[in-house]
């Protein structure tokens, strides 16, 4: 999931030293040298991401190719289920926010419904997503469009299946099993790694193979103070990274899950 | 035969004000004597239980933990089930709490300032005074019940109503229901509280990291 930044609210500084560091300001001389370094400073870290490439993939044999892929997919939840997780935000200025997540979700049909509550109990964001966003209740800074669909894309990229086509399924050149999609609509592709240390990760790219989300995922007992998934397999930990200059990261800790039936 | 009906119906309306009488004979059922009864809680220590009732969920969502009050504005609003958190007011200072995995960390986000009507107003429920917030309309109903609505129609759009369910003695409150809308409301259940039993002074400070 993730909480929205406004980043002309919450950045006005930078994003004023960038419209003044415009090719259109550098040419009328407003430009200062500091600007200037600020400028090449922010390019710099903006596209880094943007500069790496996939990994080779060695393909795994024909024989066991669907074997590789279902192993992807059981990364993701197979069946409906609700989640009720703990959700700390790292947001890029600093702060930090607690909140508690109930989720309901239908793998089937690719629906969530979302509520965002505080410790008080006060539903700061409660949303459905079926196949289009639809908020129904949102508390500022929970109300900008921007974090509802920002958010759904989140929790479908962390919980359910990649919707698109296996590129491929193998493994990196350091044995790490790896399945990688193009997703629908192209948009983009993404990754499921399945690290033989820590849980998988999922990473989200752009079509032009910028790195833009890496969910990992912890399951118990490996990831200490978090409940299990009571016998399935669910995820006791999710961390969710967003890359770029405005980086900042979501996690998502399980504190009571339970089987539904199908939506 | 209607003549004893509305005999019986008149009985029970005089039993049922009775009852409710007995219901704010802790508390009284106006505003200044409320105060008055009240004036000698210097402290309060009350364990909770939350209730988060949402319509998309079978069970409510249950958390528990603890409350101290010191009069007039020291709070301590403590979660100790599922996340550990900790409110703190004191000294016109707020700070919060939460329990990480690398112990208890400092929250020193920026809305921690609209947390500050919500503990001020529970601190001045401990004492009695239910009608203080100017944003809220306060109505103590023979019922044992203080209903409060929020004036201001932005406001009434996240909380609906409070209500809070006075105990017979004086001091305590039984619960608090935050109604948001039909689908979404808390119930925050006090037992074992305990009233001018001595706070420790340092159950007010900031916390460390190894508390």
């Known amino acids: 999931m993730k909480m929205t930044v406004n980043k002309k609210k919450a950045y006005p500084?930078?994003?004023?030293?960038?419209?003044?560091?415009?090719?259109?300001?550098?040419?009328?001389?407003?430009?200062?040298?500091?600007?200037?370094?600020?400028?090449?400073?922010?390019?710099?870290?903006?596209?880094?991401?943007?500069?790496?490439?996939?990994?080779?993939?060695?393909?795994?044999?024909?024989?066991?190719?669907?074997?590789?892929?279902?192993?992807?997919?059981?990364?993701?939840?197979?069946?409906?289920?609700?989640?009720?997780?703990s959700l700390t935000a790292y947001l890029p200025d600093g702060d930090v926010r607690d909140a508690i997540a109930v989720m309901r979700i239908y793998p089937e049909n690719r629906k969530i419904r979302c509520v965002i509550m505080s410790a008080q109990g006060i539903v700061l964001f409660d949303g459905e997503y079926d196949g289009r966003v639809s908020v129904s209740r949102a508390v500022s800074p929970f109300d900008e469009k921007k974090f509802a669909n920002e958010m759904f894309a989140d929790i479908r990229l962390a919980l359910l299946p990649p919707p698109g086509r296996l590129l491929a399924a193998g493994s990196l050149l350091?044995?790490?099993?790896?399945?990688?999609?193009?997703?629908?609509?192209?948009?983009?592709?993404c990754e499921v790694r399945l690290s033989k240390d820590g849980g998988p990760e999922i990473r989200q790219y752009t079509k032009a193979k910028k790195l833009l989300k890496t969910v990992r995922l912890c399951y118990a007992p490996a990831c200490e103070n978090a409940a299990s998934g009571g016998g399935v397999k669910i995820a006791s930990r999710i961390t969710i990274y967003h890359h770029g200059l405005f980086d900042y990261r979501l996690e998502l800790k399980l504190l009571e899950t339970e089987s539904l039936s199908p939506d | 035969?209607?003549?004893?009906?509305k005999s019986a119906e008149y009985k029970a309306f005089l039993a049922a004000l009775l009852a409710c009488s007995v219901f704010l004979a802790g508390w009284a059922d106006d505003p200044e004597t409320i105060r008055k009864k009240v004036a000698f809680v210097e402290s309060i220590r009350a364990d909770f239980i939350q209730e988060k009732h949402l319509e998309m969920m079978d069970k409510p969502l249950i958390s528990k933990g603890v409350l101290f009050f010191r009069?007039?504005?020291?709070?301590?609003?403590?979660?100790?089930?599922?996340?550990?958190?900790?409110?703190?007011?004191?000294?016109?200072k707020i700070s919060r709490y939460v329990e990480t995995d690398d112990g208890i960390k400092a929250r020193k986000s920026g809305n921690l300032e609209t947390m500050r009507v919500f503990l001020e107003d529970i601190c001045m429920w401990m004492q009695g005074r239910f009608d203080v917030n100017p944003d809220l309309n306060a109505e103590i109903k023979p019922s044992g019940?203080?209903?409060?609505?929020?004036?201001?129609?932005?406001?009434?759009?996240?909380?609906?109503?409070?209500?809070?369910?006075?105990?017979?003695?004086?001091?305590?409150?039984?619960?608090?229901?935050?109604?948001?809308?039909p689908?979404?409301?808390?119930?925050?259940?006090?037992?074992?509280?305990?009233?001018?039993?001595?706070?420790?002074?340092?159950?007010?400070?900031?916390?460390?990291?190894?508390?």
């Not at chain 1, 099993?177 to 193009?182: D, E, F, L, N, V």
């Open chain 2, 183 to 211: 689908a979404s409301y808390t119930i925050i259940r006090f037992h074992d509280t305990k009233i001018n039993k001595g706070i420790k002074e340092g159950v007010f400070q900031e916390l460390n990291f190894k508390d």
């Open chain 1, 174 to 189: 350091d044995g790490t099993p790896i399945c990688r999609y193009a997703r629908k609509n192209d948009e983009g592709y």
């Open chain 2, 71 to 92: 009069a007039p504005a020291s709070l301590r609003w403590e979660y100790k089930e599922p996340v550990r958190s900790v409110l703190l007011m004191h000294n016109d």
């Open chain 2, 145 to 181: 019940t203080v209903v409060l609505t929020p004036k201001d129609k932005a406001m009434a759009e996240v909380i609906e109503r409070i209500e809070l369910r006075l105990s017979e003695t004086p001091g305590v409150i039984d619960s608090v229901a935050i109604h948001e809308n």
């Open chain 1, 13 to 85: 500084w930078h994003w004023k030293e960038l419209k003044n560091s415009s090719l259109t300001g550098r040419l009328s001389g407003r430009l200062t040298v500091g600007r200037g370094a600020l400028l090449l400073a922010a390019c710099f870290l903006l596209f880094i991401p943007g500069c790496r490439s996939f990994a080779p993939i060695e393909p795994a044999a024909p024989a066991l190719h669907e074997d590789a892929a279902r192993r992807c997919r059981d990364c993701f939840l197979d069946n409906s289920r609700q989640l009720v997780q």
């Open chain 2, 1 to 5: 035969m209607k003549k004893i009906g």
